[in-house]
């Protein structure tokens, strides 16, 4: 198998000594497991988070290791019950052609009559899901109400904002740049901001004339810092991502001391802030897999997808991911 394993721990921006491309034979089938030809590897924010060595909610990529990451794959060969050759499942295959996995590891079987296989690891996949179920578990809410999303061009904010939308808020819709300000437009939201533009804070503002009832947040910086004057009382914010401080070495940053002023905001006006993982809300799962191919198939729910070809090129778009150079779900095709 070609695979690309974790090199060195990175110091802030993650670069590509912090990887390396090698070729290993494949481990021997053991009793329960299958071997997967990756057709997708799906490249994610929390990957960055993963090559740290730090506490977090799940164990890191020990170094020479090879990168996690959740592929679409095909069965090539299986000691594994339930797992024919020849089928498509959803794997947490890795960074790599092949792999090795424990059948029990397999959590999706796929249908390759359905949708696009690679929605599996997108809007029909876990940040499809996490953006439905973290707005029906933490957002809450309610028609006329106004909700604030950035990172709307990827695979959760987009989702967040047409979810919002179908359920009757208001929404106004963040991404860096004109083109994907633009994209935003397309999706049918009420007001499509870039984050980048001077006066960012000011278009922000006079977007929701009657406050902010739900933000979700997806990327801390310099958006949370524009959207925490605007909160209503009794807002909700679901912690989903701070992409804005993944590459943030140390916890201080330069500057005075906000966090006083933070909580008493909190009391203040009763926000709730809550963070969660995807995995936290399992329950909604069913749910999801059958209304989200309904929505997709009407038309009710777009996509976007950013695919990237070949396992070589997965690094130089991991680090694009990290700064807003991917315009969709990002994924390699690895065939
Ligand atoms: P995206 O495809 O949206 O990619 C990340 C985007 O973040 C970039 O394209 C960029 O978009 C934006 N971004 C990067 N830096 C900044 C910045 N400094 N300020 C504002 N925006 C920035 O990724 P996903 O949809 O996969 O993930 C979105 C968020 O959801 C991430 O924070 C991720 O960690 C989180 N997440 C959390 C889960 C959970 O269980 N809690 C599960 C899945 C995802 P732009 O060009 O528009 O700025």
């Given amino acids: 198998t070609t695979r690309i394993v974790l090199a060195s721990r ?18 021997a089938l053991g009793p329960g497991q299958v071997l997967l030809r990756n057709r997708y590897l799906s490249l994610d924010p929390y990957m960055r988070g993963r090559m740290d060595d730090g506490p977090s909610y799940a164990p890191p990529v020990a170094v020479d290791a090879v990168m996690e990451g959740q ?14 050759v020849g089928e498509l499942v959803l794997a947490p295959g890795g960074w790599q052609t092949h792999a090795v996995v424990a059948g029990d590891a397999i959590s999706r079987h796929l249908d390759p009559a359905g949708l696009p296989l690679s929605t599996a690891l997108g809007v029909y996949g876990m940040p499809g899901f996490t953006a439905y179920s973290s707005l029906i578990e933490i957002g809450k809410l309610q028609p006329g109400e106004t909700l604030v999303v950035a990172a ?4 959760v904010g987009a ?6 939308k179908l359920q009757g808020a208001r929404v106004v819709a963040i991404a ?15 007001v499509a901001l870039d984050h980048r533009a001077s006066g960012f804070a000011e278009q922000l503002s006079a977007a ?23 909160l209503n009382d009794f807002a909700r914010i679901p ?62 729910i777009k996509y976007r997808e950013d695919v990237v070809q070949g396992l070589e090129n997965a690094p130089e778009a991991f680090f694009g991911l990290l700064q807003g150079r991917n315009f969709g779900k990002l994924v390699v095709k690895l065939d």
């Fill in 152 to 155: 709307a061009s990827g695979p």
């Fill in 176 to 190: 860096g740049g004109e083109a994907k300000r633009a994209y935003l437009e397309t999706l049918g939201v009420d």
């Fill in 71 to 84: 592929t679409v794959a095909e069965v090539l060969q299986s000691q594994a019950p339930g797992l024919a």
């Fill in 239 to 300: 912690v989903c991502g701070t992409i804005a401080t993944y590459n943030a070495r140390g916890v201080a940053q330069p500057g005075p001391d906000r966090l006083p002023a933070l909580f008493s905001q909190i009391l203040r006006q009763r926000l709730t802030v809550r963070g969660f993982i995807v995995h936290d809300f399992k329950h909604l799962w069913p749910e999801f897999e059958r209304d989200m191919p309904q929505w997709l198939r009407d038309g009710r």
């Fill in 10 to 27: 990175p110091q802030g921006a993650p670069v590509a000594a912090n990887f390396r491309l090698e070729q290993v034979p494949l481990p």
């Fill in 208 to 230: 929701v004339p009657d406050g902010i009832d739900v933000y979700f947040e997806n990327v801390g910086g310099h958006v949370l810092d524009a959207v925490l004057p605007l």
């Fill in 159 to 164: 989702t967040v904002a047409q979810l919002a």
